[in-house]
């Protein structure tokens, strides 16, 4: 079992650079997948970015792919989520989740979750 802590959301202008935390405590954080989703007022919570145990493998949603990067550092137990380039359409909350069987990208395969944290975006 993990507990996942994310940080780092706030308010951000147009075209700015954010970077969220996912702090992990509990099991070894190595063994598992790591992704982030985002859910805006109203609608559905949607895939970001994912990334494999050791870094090897990182998926991104085509609507951050080029803006975002997900990293992770398994000494430190955080997964991050650097976001440049941030639109108002990027409005959301954010959160991180992880599984230790799960690789691909369906919020339905992740059993831990984070209580989110808000990134808002102003034009």
């Known amino acids: 079992q993990v507990l996942l802590v994310e940080s780092g959301g706030g308010l951000v202008q147009a075209g700015g650079p954010l970077r969220l935390s996912c702090a992990a405590s509990g099991d070894t954080f190595s063994f598992y997948t790591v992704a982030w989703f985002r859910q805006a007022p109203g609608k559905e919570r949607d895939f970001v970015a994912r990334?494999?145990?050791?870094?090897?493998?990182?998926y991104y949603a085509d609507a951050v792919k080029g803006r975002f990067t997900i990293s992770r550092d398994n000494a430190k137990n955080t997964v991050y989520l650097q976001m440049n380039s941030l639109k108002p359409a990027d409005t959301a909350v954010y959160y991180c989740?992880?599984?230790?069987?799960?690789?691909?990208?369906?919020?339905?395969?992740?059993?831990?979750w984070g209580q989110g944290t808000q990134v808002t975006v102003s034009s």
């Open positions: 990334i494999s145990r050791l870094s090897d493998n990182r």
């Open positions: 989740a992880a599984d230790k069987w799960y690789i691909y990208s369906d919020s339905d395969g992740y059993d831990y």
